[in-house]
Every structure is written in C-alpha cells, then in structure tokens.
C-alpha cells in the first residue's frame, strides 16, 4: 500500500543534532511508491551507473579526440576552435540538465532517459558521415548535448531518492560508473581510431551508447511523486543555498577541464607517444573512479561539504605544484590520478547536499539548477582556456597561465562551498567545525 509521507519542496534545510544534513519536512503531502534504502533501490544505482559511464564518460575521453583532432584532422585549426566541440557539448549538458526536473515531474525518468540515449546515439551516428569542424560542433556537440542533459542530472540525483542512509555511498557509486566508462571509453577510442579511424568510431561507439544506455534507462523509476502541481521551481532556484551551491559550480566549471584537455598535449610536448599519452586519460578516470567512492565514505565522516572544501583543496595545491615545477610523464601520471580522484567530488557529492536540502522528491530539480550554473562556468572557461594556451602557452610551450587560470576557478569554488555552509549553520546551534 503506498505510504503518505512528508517531504519537502522549498523549505528551509534542517541539520540533526550530529551536524548532518538530514531530508526536510513540510505540509506537502507526497505519496512514497516504494520504502527507502529497498532492494530495488540498488538497481537503480547501478542503472544510473550505466548511464553515467555513457555520458560523462564520453566527455572524460574527449581529451583524446581534442589530441587528434589538433594534430590530425583540424591541424590548422587553433585550440579554441577545437575546444568548441567539446565546450558546446558540456555547456547544453550542464545548463539543459534546468529542465530534467520539470520534464521527468511530467513525463517521468523513464521515458526521458530513453530519449536521452536515443538522441545522443544518434549524434555519434550522424557525425560519422562529414568531416567539417562547423559539422563535429553541431553533432558531437550540440546535439549529443542535448541527449545527455536528459540522461546526466536525473542519474546523478536518482540514487539520492532511493537511499537516506547509505545515500553518499550509493550516490558515489552511480557516479563512479563515469570514471568507468572514461577508462573504457578512453581506451576503446584510441585504440579504434588507430585501427578503423574515426568515423567508424564514432559509429562503434553510438551502438554502444545505444545498447547501454537505452537498457539501463528501461529500470528507471521514481520512487516518490512530485507534490501537488509540482515542485515549486521558482522557490528552489533562489534558495540562497542553491544559489551559493550554483555559485560554487560555476567557478570550478571553470578550472575542472583544465587538466583534462591540456594534460594530454603537456605530455606530448615532452616527447610522449600518443599511446602515453592516451594512458593519462585513463589514470584520470581510474582517479575519478576511486575517488568517488573514497570521498563518499570521507563525506559520511566529515560531512559533504566539507568534503567539497577538503577536495579542492587538495586539487588546488597538486595542479599548481605539478604543472609549474615538474614536467615528467611520472609528475604527470600522478597529478591525472590525485586530480581525478579529489575532483570527482563534484559529481559525487552535491546531490547528497541538495537531497539533504529540499528533499528527495525535489534533488532532481534542484541538481539540475545546480548544473546549469555550472554550465556557464564551462561556457566562460574552455573558450578561455584555448584562447589563453593559443595566446601565451602554446608559442612557448608553457602551461603556466592556463594553469593559473584554472586553479583561479577551483579556489574561488572553495569560497563558494565555505558561504554555503555558513549559511547552512546560521541559524542554528552547530559551529562551523559541524558535520555538513
């Protein structure tokens, strides 16, 4: 028999008395189809890991199309032109992912997840038959963008509906399956591409998109209704939290892709192979595999956002280091694998963090307010880092100021997350030094 229960759409957050962030309560009656923390709950998970694997671990990989495409296909072509492929891609999978919400509030996860893979299939497919750089931008972009933004935040949000207890854990395990398919999809590339080229990779990997994702997507469900008329969108989107949380996103959008995109060329400025070169993407997402469930367990014990600050930290000071005082292959395959690991945290953790804010029936909305302001961190910053390399680093084969201005935007995310949990301690007993 479905269950009445209360939950929460606008309302403010609430802090136990341990410091954590717990589900909120409000005169909105929902109805609960399925109890918390059930069985079928971890189908979910590993559906929405599924489906995270195809789309993030696309984007993952595409430091090794950026590398080809500079040097074999688009040779005189800049970086920033290139970096279009991949930033109109990000962009309209961060910012569409506003609509998730409202779309799977009427037509429910199901059905717009199996849009999602059939459209971003479709992308691949079509982009294998031209070779124009206005053509990749449209297909590999944009509209495999649009496909993604339908699958992307309602995977990363789905699992916090279904589990309260073991939520960081379950959430870091769906979004581990994008550290999974960086590896597979990484590899799997570099390696067709060397053997069948391009285009048929492009195809080979649209069947695999389709097969995955467009499975994964049939065991889609919520597990409580939206309330009545819905959740209240306007409310969510400025909430002062939301807002500080969005904030934060924007600016570590800005820096995130650093790594990924000209990590790759820095080893190839030292002599590596493309095969070397390759194996950096894919310590990277080994790290992010990893570190997604280690700062799952991290943020159970210090608290999610506090786990936030900590990562970025750490990301902060590794990136710097490496990039301005060490130009190994070992410096480097270190920094892929700290990097992603501690950076992973930003998939990882924020649902917990919303979920614990608005409620599991409203995580899905709020996640994707969240990444649409990440989605113009990535508009501001992948053109900016091209046009940057373009102008100061390339003709000197110095990192320097991309590096500067990659590590810029993580820090001034760190602030962000600090404003955040101020203003989820004011107002309460807890001190700064709480769980949250």
């Not at 028999?1 to 954590?20: H, I, N």
């Not at 990277?284 to 469930?293: E, I, K, P, S, Y």
């Not at 970025?312 to 990136?319: A, G, K, L, S």
């Not at 003709?395 to 100021?401: G, L």
Request: hydrophobic content about 50%; overall charge positive.
């Amino acid at each position: 028999m479905e269950k009445q229960v209360e939950a929460a759409t606008t309302a403010s957050s609430s802090v136990t008395q341990d410091g954590q962030l717990s589900d909120n309560g409000s005169t909105d009656t929902i109805v609960e189809y399925a109890p918390a923390d059930s069985a079928y709950g971890w189908v979910i998970v590993a559906c929405a890991a599924f489906n995270l694997m195809c789309t993030i671990g696309i984007f993952n990989s595409f430091g090794v199309y950026s590398t080809y495409y500079l040097n074999y296909i688009y040779p005189d072509k800049s970086a920033a032109d290139i970096a279009w492929i991949g930033t109109t891609r990000q962009v309209i999978s961060f910012g569409g992912s506003v609509m998730s919400g409202p779309l799977t509030d009427r037509f429910g996860f199901r059905n717009v997840s199996l849009a999602g893979a059939i459209i971003s299939s479709s992308a691949l497919l079509i982009s294998s038959f031209a070779k124009p750089l206005w053509f990749a931008i449209l297909t590999q972009g944009v509209l495999f963008g649009l496909g993604a933004t339908l699958m992307f935040s309602m995977s990363m949000s789905l699992p916090a509906q279904w589990h309260t207890k073991r939520r960081a854990l379950a959430t870091g395990i769906a979004v581990a399956g994008a550290g999974v398919g960086g590896m597979i999809f990484t590899e799997v590339t570099q390696r067709l591409m060397e053997s069948v080229g391009l285009q048929w990779t492009l195809r080979i990997s649209a069947l695999l998109i389709f097969c995955i994702s467009g499975t994964a997507s049939l065991f889609y469900k919520r597990r409580v209704s939206v309330p009545p008329g819905g959740n209240d969108f306007k409310a969510i989107m400025l909430d002062r939290r939301l807002i500080a949380a969005g904030l934060a996103a924007l600016f570590i959008c800005i820096g995130y892709f650093v790594p990924w995109f000209y990590l790759p060329t820095a080893a190839l400025d030292i002599g590596q192979s493309n095969q070397q070169v390759s194996y950096l993407v894919i310590y990277m997402n080994a790290g992010t595999t990893v570190g997604r469930l280690f700062t799952a367990f991290l943020a159970t014990a210090i608290g999610p956002v506090n786990t936030l600050i900590v990562a970025y930290i750490i990301c902060v000071v590794m990136f710097l280091t490496v990039m301005l005082a060490a130009k190994t292959m070992a410096a480097y395959t270190a920094l892929a694998f700290i990097y992603g690991a501690f950076s992973s945290s930003q998939f990882a953790l924020p649902p917990v963090v919303l979920a614990g804010i608005f409620g599991p029936q409203a995580v899905t909305t709020a996640m994707g307010i969240m990444n649409m302001w990440g989605s113009i961190g990535i508009l501001i910053g992948n053109p900016s880092q091209g046009a940057v390399y373009q102008a100061y680093d390339r003709p000197h084969k110095s990192f320097m100021a991309i590096t500067l201005l990659g590590c810029s935007g993580l820090f001034l995310g760190i602030v962000w997350y600090g404003i955040l949990k101020v203003l989820l301690v004011r107002g309460t007993k807890k001190s700064y030094l709480s769980r949250l």
